[in-house]
């Protein structure tokens, strides 16, 4: 996924009311900026730290700019704005880096499905069948584990259940972890974060669902998933 135009760097000063952050630009102005992530973005930044930002060039916008990535307190890199990652796993699986996914010819987004009245993300489909692909953005990170989610997540844990009775059924199902953080090595659930989260995975590993983790390459020009990431279900 390559910006154009690039990313602004600029410092973070500090991230409130979930969706808004305060940023100091190269040029030493100050500036509020639109903050897309519903999570709580524990450990993926810190005051006073570089950060990059986007610019919608829309001036009918209340915040025409988007914080996109930020540093964390170890000084790795994380990308926060959670509505890139489906982008970007569609992009890694049609461009051949995502492996575990190829041979489908068409793909689908946001398609209902489920007891739950649920959207899947992504909606693969081939000769041999369907494959339901839910993606989930990662960017914490402790001493180098990624873990999901980084509060607690019932509409995640619904999901898992949606997932689970598509395998129970038969059909391929996907949990896809798109790590946008440069320092984590292996992903798995945060159990002491969400424990009902961390079941509903273990019951959904159990009926056969499929956990395919890869991380981003992040720069102000672009963000591209390159590897895989090992998964472990335990941590």
């Not at 690039?6 to 500036?31: C, H, N, V, W």
């Not at 693969?124 to 990170?141: H, I, M, P, Q, S």
């Not at 992903?187 to 981003?216: K, M, Q």
Request: aromatic share 8%; charged share 25%.
């Amino acid at each position: 996924m390559k910006f154009n135009p690039p990313l602004q760097r600029g410092t973070l000063l500090r991230r409130y009311k979930r969706f808004l952050a305060d940023i100091e630009t190269e040029s030493g102005d100050f500036m509020t900026v639109h903050c897309p992530n519903t999570g709580s973005m524990k450990n993926c930044w810190l005051e006073n730290s570089p950060c990059w930002y986007s610019d919608s060039g829309n001036p009918k916008r209340k915040y025409r700019h988007s914080l996109e990535i930020t540093t964390t307190p170890e000084g790795a890199l994380a990308g926060v704005n959670t509505g890139r990652a489906n982008s970007l796993v569609e992009e890694a699986i049609a461009t051949g880096i995502v492996t575990e996914l190829q041979g489908y010819r068409e793909v689908r987004r946001e398609v209902r499905y489920g007891a739950e009245n649920s959207r899947i993300d992504l909606l693969l489909r081939g000769d041999a069948g369907d494959c339901y692909v839910e993606v989930k953005n990662v960017t914490l990170a402790e001493g180098g584990r990624g873990l999901f989610p980084d509060a607690v997540s019932t509409r995640g844990a619904k999901h898992l259940r949606e997932l689970q009775k598509l395998a129970e059924d038969g059909v391929r199902a996907v949990l896809f972890y798109c790590v946008q953080h440069s320092g984590i090595e292996t992903v798995g659930p945060a159990r002491e974060i969400d424990p009902a989260y961390a079941s509903a995975l273990d019951a959904a590993l159990g009926a056969g669902v499929e956990v395919i983790a890869y991380r981003a390459r992040m720069d102000a020009g672009e963000i591209a998933l390159v590897e895989p990431v090992p998964f472990s279900d335990r941590g």
